[in-house]
């Protein structure tokens, strides 16, 4: 492992808009990357970072010293996007001033984008699709000899499964490890499957070894990344390509089973799960192994079967509740948190309210939620009309939030009196002497440190709450 790396978030605007930038290494040349996007992409600049450092890169804070500057992009949503633009605007102003600076745009607007940032837009030097980082040496020498460079090539196999990612949070408790990659669902209004390409998975052995690896290095949770991570299985013939039913695989519960058993205080998380392909022995792996986290993230999109049809989801309301009740079945106190888009085209405020009494029905203990934004080449621009009124899908929007907000309060009144055991991560926002760290569930907690520490697994006792953090008094400590 490399040393030094730390974790700086400049800008929090949820799950899907959070941009970090790394430091560390050692080498003679500096290298600045900023991500912004899903936690797929904070994987993936770890993976760039490591690529990166081997090359004799050093990563850095100060993008005052860089000598090359990589932003790691989505294009989910038009605002997104809009970001990025504006960062990439003040990057030239820069390179004005620093003719030498390579400038390079990374991940799905890269794809998505391709020559036009390059060319009509001149906006950056290098442009590297999500498949295409093993190049950025290249990529970067190519720029050094006056060139402009372009990778955008997405592959059906790389999974950067033998790159030991270089960590954002050196010292940290938490990592992500990337078990799948692409999509193969095209939901109507996805732009991922464009960007990201084939659903492929990562051979399971290189993903224990590296959970094994994070584990010896102080690491005590790990979220097992994927657009759909149900649809994990690697077969060993093919490389995990082909899915040919006749021969030995590991599915996705298997391999939740491996990464369990390396040691019980290893905790596993999982994130995306798909409504259509969670089956009951992924709950049931869940149920048997403490250290996999009773939390489970289920988008639902839309509470309205019809809706769901055009979103193109494979399920319908009523196979998207069975699931739920198949959850609380299996896991009775998992937690569970959704994704949920207003206005999508030709939502009618009937259909709207099945998306209000199914969160109503459901509970859920987090969700995100979205306003449809169209995005170029998906089959709902290809089929469907952008229709509903902005102002429309805003106070459909701000009705959900709004209904959200105590469910959450009501899933964390029910915690108060219960005992959570919490994995400390480190001070509180607001006071010194707390810590906060997460329960199973995912709840934010916040206690008085007494004489726990970070990494550290303690027994709170929820006293207080908020919709978003559980309060509480320290027990004792689990180890
Ligand atoms: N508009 C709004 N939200 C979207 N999402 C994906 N595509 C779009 C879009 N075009 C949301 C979905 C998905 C989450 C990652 O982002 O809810 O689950
Ligand atoms: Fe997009 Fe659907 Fe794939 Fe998620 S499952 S990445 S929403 S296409």
């Given at each position: 492992m490399l040393e030094n790396h730390g974790l700086n978030k400049v800008?929090?605007?949820g799950r899907q808009g959070e941009a970090i930038i790394l430091e560390g290494g050692t080498g003679s040349k500096k290298l600045y990357v900023e991500s912004y996007g899903c936690q797929m992409n904070f994987s993936d600049s770890e993976v760039v970072a490591s690529i990166m450092t081997k090359e004799g890169y050093t990563t850095t804070r100060?993008?005052?010293?860089?000598?090359v500057v990589l932003i790691n992009t989505c294009s989910i949503r038009e605002n997104a996007e809009t970001r990025v633009r504006n960062r990439l605007t003040e990057f030239k102003k820069r390179k004005a001033e620093q003719p030498n600076l390579v400038v390079g745009i990374l991940g799905c607007m890269a794809e998505r984008l391709k020559q036009a940032l390059l060319e009509e837009e001149q906006l950056v030097d290098l442009v590297a699709g999500?498949?295409?980082?093993?190049d950025l040496p290249n990529l970067i020498d190519e720029v050094g000899t006056g060139q402009r460079a372009v990778n955008v090539l997405l592959s059906r196999e790389e999974t950067y499964a033998d790159i030991s990612p270089v960590r954002m949070?050196?010292?940290?408790v938490s990592a992500f490890v990337t078990i799948t990659r692409g999509c193969d669902n095209m939901c109507s209004f996805c732009v991922v499957p464009f960007t990201r390409g084939r659903e492929r998975s990562r051979d399971p052995l290189t993903i224990v070894q590296e959970c094994k690896d994070l584990f010896a290095n102080g690491y005590r949770e790990v979220t097992l990344l994927g657009q759909n991570v149900d649809s994990y299985r690697w077969n060993m013939s093919s490389k995990g390509v082909l899915k040919d039913e006749t021969i030995p695989t590991t599915n996705f519960a298997q391999l939740m089973e491996m990464v369990a058993l390396i040691h019980p205080d290893l905790r596993i998380r999982f994130s995306t799960s798909h409504p259509k392909d969670m089956t009951d022995d992924v709950l049931e792996m869940m149920a048997k192994y403490e250290n996999i986290c009773p939390y489970i993230h289920l988008p639902?999109?839309?509470?309205?079967s019809n809706v769901l049809e055009r979103m193109n989801r494979g399920y319908s309301r009523e196979w998207y509740l069975e699931r739920i009740a198949a959850i609380k079945r299996i896991i009775p106190d998992c937690a569970i948190s959704t994704d949920i888009i207003t206005?999508?085209?030709?939502?009618?405020e009937e259909e709207h309210q099945e998306t209000v009494s199914l969160m109503r029905e459901v509970g859920y203990d987090f969700a995100y939620m979205f306003k449809y934004s169209e995005r170029p080449k998906t089959l709902a621009e290809r089929k469907f009309e952008d229709d509903v009124p902005e102002e429309v899908k805003g106070k459909r929007l701000e009705e959900i939030i709004a209904l959200q907000l105590k469910n959450a309060s009501a899933a964390h009144k029910s915690q108060v009196g219960k005992i959570a055991k919490v994995l400390v991560e480190g001070p509180s926002k607001r006071s010194a002497e707390h810590f906060s760290g997460r329960d199973g569930r995912n709840s934010k907690v916040v206690f008085p440190k007494g004489d726990s520490k970070k990494g550290q697994y303690v027994f709170v006792k929820i006293t207080d709450y908020t919709s978003a953090t559980l309060m509480g008094e320290l027990v004792n400590h689990a180890n």
């Open positions: 800008i929090d605007e100060n993008i005052d010293e860089a000598d999500p498949d295409a980082y093993r949070d050196q010292g940290g639902v999109q839309s509470g309205n206005g999508f085209c030709g939502e009618t």
